[in-house]
């Protein structure tokens, strides 16, 4: 409830800065029309694949696999900007088309060298996480899954305060910066609750923290750029176990840490990106069994660590049609990359690993209009949910998905 309470305050707030500054720009600081921008989006999509579900049940194929968004900026003067979006999505039983305020913010920038952004925005990490949503902006249907989980695309939204910049570095180039803090609201039926299912069932989760930043270099070989992102952020999760009688757990993260190492290079109409991602941090798990009249065992410990990373290529052939590939691999835990240590466990060794080579196509039918078409060859299953596969996984799987995109 208090979570609830805190969430429906901060939207309030948010949207009276919002409201306040539109008010403002419409009478103290009258403008022209193109001081107002409306922009939106609407995708419906389509996958399949001939073993394992993955996202959403595309062992039979689904179509539920949509999002649409709109969006409103608006300049206040020369250098104070706002804007919000509105979101929703669907991806199998996550998102189910619930609208949200995805973003809102004030935007003041003082000078090219500082620029400070209160308000609730995408977290600035990696090449692609604040345009995840923006199918025109990139080739492929899904981005590579190794970095950039669909499924916790909500813990990549900060409510707080950022800081921002370009700075010349003369002959060496200019460099962008980026460094925030705040806090989140997690929904425990989104898809980080469907992870946690796993272990049990998720009853509530508290982000304490969240403080970052990223660094990009656009070096002086022209179409080079360099980025360097950093994350840390404290998590609980209040779990109950799948027992009979129910065993209540508190998993708590004091210093959960994301990293990801990025390079892009444009080149006429190719463009080739690599990035390297990796997370870790110490995980205590404390039991309740104060329901059974027990005594509290001591807290377990354990570690978290994982990595991903891909490398992808584009092409654009003519103004309507573009192609490219990309190779992900994920790794749960980088220390046990063979899979012996699932396989103790009683699992399949191939759930400590997913290996992903797509090729991906898109044709641009009108200036507004996309239609895209993918295939996935993939070994492994480390990213796939246990609780859409529970009669098992396959080794080796393919995933096809078709996905087309409006957009003004």
Same mark, same amino acid.
């Given at each position: ?16 800065? +919002?409201?306040?500054? @539109?008010? *403002?720009? %419409?009478?103290?600081?009258?403008? &022209? $029309? !193109? ?121 990549? +939204?900060?409510?707080? @305060?950022? *800081?921002? %910049?370009?700075?010349?570095?003369? &002959? $060496? !180039? ?235």
């Amino acid at each position: 409830m208090g979570n609830k309470g805190n969430e429906k305050r901060m939207k309030k707030i948010i949207m009276d800065v +919002v409201i306040m500054c @539109l008010a *403002l720009a %419409g009478t103290a600081h009258p403008f &022209a $029309a !193109g001081d107002i921008g409306i922009h939106g989006f609407a995708s419906t999509g389509y996958m399949k694949s001939n073993h394992n579900n993955y996202l959403i049940p595309t062992e039979e194929g689904s179509f539920e696999f949509n999002e649409a968004g709109i969006n409103f900026t608006a300049s206040v003067t020369n250098n104070i900007r706002v804007g919000m979006q509105l979101y929703s999505f669907d991806l199998g039983d996550v998102g189910n088309n619930d609208m949200k305020l995805d973003w809102a913010f004030l935007d003041y920038q003082w000078k090219e060298e500082l620029g400070i952004r209160p308000g609730k925005f995408k977290t600035p990490f990696g090449l692609y996480n604040e345009l995840q949503d923006y199918d025109m902006l990139r080739t492929s249907v899904l981005l590579p899954q190794s970095v950039y989980n669909r499924f916790l695309r909500e813990t990549m +939204v900060v409510q707080g @305060l950022g *800081l921002y %910049g370009n700075v010349s570095a003369g &002959a $060496a !180039g200019t460099l962008a910066y980026d460094a925030y803090f705040g806090t989140e609201d997690i929904d425990t039926e989104g898809g980080l609750g469907k992870f946690a299912s796993a272990q049990g069932i998720l009853k509530n989760c508290t982000i304490g923290h969240i403080f970052g930043g990223r660094i990009k270099w656009k070096t002086p070989l022209d179409g080079l750029l360099l980025s360097s992102s950093f994350l840390e952020f404290e998590i609980v999760y209040d779990m109950e176990a799948r027992t009979e009688p129910v065993v209540k757990m508190e998993v708590s993260v004091p210093e959960w840490q994301l990293f990801i190492f990025s390079a892009k290079y444009g080149m006429g109409d190719m463009t080739i990106v690599g990035e390297y991602s990796r997370q870790s941090g110490d995980v205590t798990i404390t039991q309740n069994l104060s329901n059974l009249g027990l005594p509290n065992p001591p807290p377990m410990e354990a570690g978290i660590y994982n990595e991903g990373y891909y490398g992808m290529i584009s092409y654009r052939f003519t103004d309507w049609f573009e192609a490219g590939t990309y190779y992900s691999v994920y790794y749960p835990d980088p220390d046990d990359r063979d899979g012996e240590n699932q396989a103790a466990m009683g699992k399949p060794d191939y759930t400590a690993w997913q290996k992903d080579w797509t090729l991906s196509t898109r044709f641009d039918i009108t200036d507004f209009w996309l239609v895209k078409l993918e295939v996935h060859f993939i070994d492994g299953v480390a990213l796939c949910a246990d609780a859409d596969n529970p009669d098992g996984y396959e080794k080796d799987w393919t995933l096809f998905a078709v996905k087309t995109t409006f957009n003004f």
